[in-house]
């Protein structure tokens, strides 16, 4: 064979390894930079934060049902194409109304979406649900307004210093114990924002005048990008923060190092 002038010699070994590598390739911007455990949480990871450990299997599942679902609706598409082509220029036969078929494209969307609506309610009612005081260990206070976050440290008490308050031109950092339940209550002082850590898989919005409530704990060290997810004007894609998941005696350690200047100030 020649190619520009020049003789290649084809190997059908090399070809063959080549071949092989095809579906490799094309596989390679799924894998690049994703963790085995996000692969197999189809793009979340387990155990990242409580509502993590309630939320991936229906996410999983519903992805399964979708992809099951999608399968079967190719195989319906392809099965006519192959197997029913035109074979005479006879007109086909013309029917209509077939009952069982349309009773069954009915039913089984309808349990497909019962199914995951019983699934869903009752993961929602296991992460919204607000434990007793005694059992939180931190309550954070989270505003969102035009265009950034303010993060209040309750536990470090009333000082000034203990609330973060963010721009958009420099984000805030929201800063967490590992391991200990959080109750975050939420507020927005102009218009409705949306607090959304996706590695969490938690959004609650913030509404003006109204109080939201979310609790979960954080349970891998590392940060991780936050933002706001409903759209609250020209900056809105400005809202963004970093939640960063320190050792329960770091987070001590932030919260008396926020008030130490402003005690050694007002004493
Ligand atoms: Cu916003």
């Known amino acids: 064979m020649r190619l520009l002038g020049q003789k290649v010699i084809l190997n059908p070994m090399r070809m063959a390894h080549r071949k092989s590598l095809i579906p490799l390739l094309a596989l390679s911007p799924l894998l690049a930079g994703c963790a085995q455990s996000e692969v197999s949480g189809l793009g979340f ?3 990242i934060s409580s509502v993590n450990d309630q939320s991936l299997s229906l996410w999983q599942g ?3 049902t979708a992809g099951v679902v999608g399968l079967i609706t190719l195989i319906l598409i392809l099965w006519p194409v192959f197997f029913h082509r035109k074979k005479d ?3 086909p036969k013309q029917t209509q109304y077939n009952i069982p078929v349309e009773v069954a494209y009915t039913v089984i969307p309808l ?3 019962a199914v995951l609506f019983y699934f869903t309610v009752q993961r929602e009612s296991k992460i919204v649900k607000i434990s007793p005081d005694a059992q939180v260990s931190h309550f954070i206070d989270v505003v969102g307004f035009q265009w950034s976050w303010q993060f209040k440290h309750r536990s470090a008490g ?3 210093s203990a609330t973060i308050t963010g721009t958009p031109a420099q984000p805030p950092t929201l800063v967490l114990p590992q391991g200990e339940r959080v109750r975050f209550t939420l507020d927005a002082n102009d218009v409705v924002h949306g607090f959304w850590i996706p590695a ?3 959004q609650m919005q913030n509404l003006p005048g109204v ?3 979310l609790e979960f704990t954080a349970n891998k060290l590392g940060t991780y990008p936050g933002r706001c997810n409903i759209l609250c004007g020209r900056n809105h894609a400005q809202m963004l923060f970093s939640v960063k998941v320190v050792t329960k005696a770091e987070y001590q350690k932030y919260l008396e190092d926020l ?3 402003e005690k050694a100030v007002t004493s």
Request: hydrophobic share 50%.
């Open 200 to 202: 969490f898989m938690i």
């Open 259 to 261: 008030v130490a200047e």
């Open 111 to 113: 349990i497909i979406v």
């Open 45 to 47: 990871e387990e155990g």
């Open 211 to 213: 109080t939201n409530q």
């Open 158 to 160: 009333e000082y000034k």
């Open 62 to 64: 519903a992805w399964i």
């Open 89 to 91: 220029e006879s007109f």
